[in-house]
Structures are given as structure tokens and as C-alpha cells.
């Protein structure tokens, strides 16, 4: 059986520790994407989605200021993390310290596999960790095994099995992280302008049939990709998405700091 959430990922930057100001004010939210370009858009849509809904704002102040850096030319992180390499780990670190300069906090990565080649001192310093929204949802709501449907460099690098002691992991076997990688990668796959969508709802559905007969409750969209695939395709109900976890946190903190 899994366990239940008992205090979350070490060096998570709790939310209400930077909210300062009414209805957001002072508060200046960074983002750090381009990891993909059209996941970084998905993320934005989502967090304006839930700013609108929480803070019910009636002007253009009403709303927290955001820096977002686009870096489109970050070498693919799954390449990296499976060649050995750190270029990109230098790149984002080097990113997050120049958004954390720029007075940034929170500050969101919208790269699921990125998390795997953050410093854990920028944790404590604004950068918010996915990993616990999970422990934290997957707790309050469901309590069941995760599925994870990621890519092979977020699988082989362990960046869930952070949470293991919290949540049952389950990943799936190499025909079905092959299929993945094809979902995300493949010529036709959500990486490129003009995806296959049929064919990769026929591959997703695949994979999560595959994950729940291996007993997952849930399934987590760890990819950003995959979860901005998921919601247009309204699989709400089968899926876990981290980047939503995270803008609802970052709106809840900041509405019960201007109640």
C-alpha cells in the first residue's frame, strides 16, 4: 500500500513563505521555459487560468507581475542526462540564478526532466518542486500508486523516485517507455509543430492501460508535453498534471494571503 504524505519533498520552498502583498502585488513570479516552447505556453494559459479564478481580478494590477525566459536553444535534457553530459544542467542553474536576481520567487520550471539538473540550493530559494504538489494531491485526493509517464531521461535519472517513500511508484517496462518516448519525440510527436494526434492518443492510451494493469491508480502526465496533451484531449480524470499542481499552489498562497 503506499504511504501517505507525511512532509513532502525535502526542499520544497513552502508558497506562503514569498507572498507579500495583497492580491499578488510585490510578488513577481519567474518562469523559466522554452523547454518545450509550446509546453512553456501551455503553462502560462494554465497559471493565468487559475490566477483569474483565485484572485478575481478586476484590473491589470490585480495581477502579479511575471518574468518568463524563454530558452528554446537548451540542449534536450533527456540527451544529456543520458550521454553524461551538463551543459544544460549549467544553463538552467545559470538561468534560475538570473531570475532569482531579477527578484523572481516563485519561480517555475516548465521542464518535468529539467528538475532532474536543478541545484537543490535553488529549492530553498524560490524554484518550486512538482515532485511535492504530487505527494501532496495524490494524498488528499487519491492515495493510490502513480504511473509514471515520462521521459526516459526523468525514469533513469530518479527524478520521481523522490517520492517514492511517499507514493508508490510505478514505471513502466521498455516497450511502453519506448512508446513514450515516441508520444513526446517521434516524428510526428508532441515535440514538433504539427503532431499526430490521433496516433498519439492510440499510444498514450496504451501506455496508461499498460500502467493501471500494473496497478496504478493514477497516472502522472511527467512531461510537460504529455500533460498539455492530456488536458486538450480531457483526460482529467486519469491523469495527474504537475504544472497545474504547481500554478494552483502558487494561487492558493496567494489568496488566502489577500483574504
Same mark, same amino acid.
Given at each position: ?92 542553474? $545559470? ?5 532569482? /536576481?531579477? %527578484? ?5 520550471? +516548465?521542464? =518535468?526532466?529539467?528538475? *532532474? ?90 501506455? $496508461? ?5 500494473? /496497478?496504478? %491508480? ?5 512531461? +510537460?508535453? =504529455?500533460?498539455?496533451? *492530456? ?29
Amino acid at each position: 500500500m503506499p504511504r501517505r504524505p507525511s512532509g513532502g519533498v525535502p526542499g520544497w520552498h513552502e508558497p506562503w513563505r514569498w507572498c507579500t502583498s495583497s492580491k499578488g502585488r510585490g510578488v513577481r513570479i519567474g518562469i523559466l521555459g522554452g523547454m518545450g516552447p509550446a509546453a512553456t505556453q501551455h503553462v502560462i494559459d494554465v497559471l493565468m487560468r487559475e490566477l483569474s479564478e483565485c484572485l478575481d481580478p478586476r484590473r491589470d494590477q490585480d495581477y502579479p507581475d511575471m518574468t518568463i525566459l524563454m530558452e528554446s536553444s537548451m540542449p534536450d535534457r533527456t540527451e544529456q542526462l543520458l550521454a553524461g553530459r551538463t551543459d544544460a544542467a549549467t544553463r538552467i542553474n $545559470a538561468a534560475l540564478t538570473q531570475l532569482s /536576481g531579477q %527578484g523572481c520567487s516563485p519561480i517555475i520550471v +516548465t521542464c =518535468v526532466t529539467a528538475h *532532474a539538473l536543478i541545484e537543490p540550493a535553488h529549492f530553498q530559494s524560490g524554484v518550486l518542486d512538482f515532485r511535492t504538489c504530487l505527494v501532496r494531491q495524490n494524498g488528499r485526493v487519491h492515495s493510490e500508486p502513480l504511473g509514471i509517464v515520462a521521459t526516459t531521461g526523468s525514469v533513469s535519472s530518479g527524478v520521481f523516485d523522490a517520492i517514492a517513500p511517499e507514493c508508490e511508484i510505478i514505471y513502466p517496462d521498455e516497450e511502453h517507455q519506448s512508446l513514450t518516448m515516441e508520444i513526446i519525440y517521434g516524428p510526428r510527436g508532441l515535440k514538433t509543430a504539427h503532431p499526430d494526434e490521433e496516433h498519439l492518443r492510440e499510444l498514450l492510451d496504451r501506455v $496508461a492501460g499498460h500502467l493501471r494493469e500494473r /496497478g496504478a %491508480g493514477f497516472c502522472v502526465a511527467g512531461c +510537460t508535453e =504529455v500533460e498539455m496533451f *492530456a488536458a486538450q484531449q480531457s483526460l482529467e480524470d486519469e491523469f495527474l498534471f504537475p504544472m497545474q499542481l504547481l500554478a494552483q499552489e502558487i494561487c492558493h498562497a496567494l489568496a488566502r494571503e489577500a483574504a
